[in-house]
């Protein structure tokens, strides 16, 4: 099965800081990533699919970038609303599974 | 408004059984795979089960035998019968709806969770 890693496990970052949180996969899996965001006591969020392209009403802020085993999303500029945990996916066809990875923290310092 | 409501969650006993159930509305329910996603209190998100448009069915190592999806479109319901029940099972259950963007997979749409909790 292909693993995924995720780093850092957590984050503390100002206002309006450029924040990135990579996500790494044990194999190839071309660009068949997305991205969520879970804030706290909330359901999570489809932000980002296929590596790069925003899901309909995410900020731009938000960005996705990546291929192969590594892939980063990017926040351009932290602001409050952004504190959440983020999860990378990858979707397999054969045999068909989900896996998600183990999650980044973000919060604001 | 495109929507998914679990039901069913609670309280049961190490290897007792438990039917969770998710309502869909807003979309043609008869068009989408579903799944099922559990979250352990802290913990991240677990993939649990898939059904397809055709009622294939697919599960992750940790509940293969002991959990079987469902679905009833004509009643816009999926299903998730839980059987031999273990503490690690406790979690949050999401139901989600899952798509194809691309020739990419992920789930658009979540409901907002059923709690089950597997203790004596």
């Known amino acids: 099965d292909i693993q995924m890693t995720q780093s850092p496990s957590s984050l503390s970052a100002s206002v309006g800081d450029r924040v990135t949180i990579t996500c790494r996969a044990s194999?190839?899996?071309?660009?068949?990533l997305a991205w969520y965001q879970q804030k706290p006591g909330k359901v999570p969020k489809l932000l980002i699919y296929?590596?790069?392209t925003l899901q309909s009403g995410v900020p731009s802020r938000f960005s996705g970038s990546g291929s192969g085993t590594d892939f980063t999303l990017t926040i351009s500029s932290l602001q409050p609303e952004d504190v959440a945990t983020y999860y990378c996916?990858?979707?397999?066809?054969?045999?068909?599974?989900?896996?998600f990875g183990p999650g980044t923290k973000v919060d604001i310092k | 408004e495109v929507q998914l409501v679990e039901s069913g969650g609670g309280l049961v006993q190490p290897g007792g059984s438990l039917r969770l159930s998710c309502a869909a509305s807003g979309f043609t329910f008869s068009s989408y795979d579903m799944h099922w996603v559990r979250q352990a209190t802290g913990k991240g998100l677990e993939w649990v089960s898939a059904?397809?448009?055709?009622?294939?069915?697919y599960y992750p190592g940790s509940v293969k035998g002991r959990f079987t999806i469902s679905r009833e479109n004509a009643k816009n319901s999926l299903y998730l019968q839980m059987n031999s029940l273990r503490a690690g099972d406790t979690a949050v259950y999401y139901c989600?709806?899952?798509?194809?963007?691309?020739?990419?997979?992920?789930?658009?749409?979540w409901g907002q969770g059923t709690m089950v909790t597997v203790s004596s």
């Open positions: 296929a590596a790069s």
């Open positions: 989600a709806r899952g798509v194809w963007s691309g020739y990419d997979y992920a789930f658009d749409i």
């Open positions: 996916q990858k979707y397999n066809s054969a045999p068909r599974r989900i896996t």
């Open positions: 059904i397809g448009t055709a009622g294939d069915t």
């Open positions: 194999q190839g899996i071309s660009n068949y």
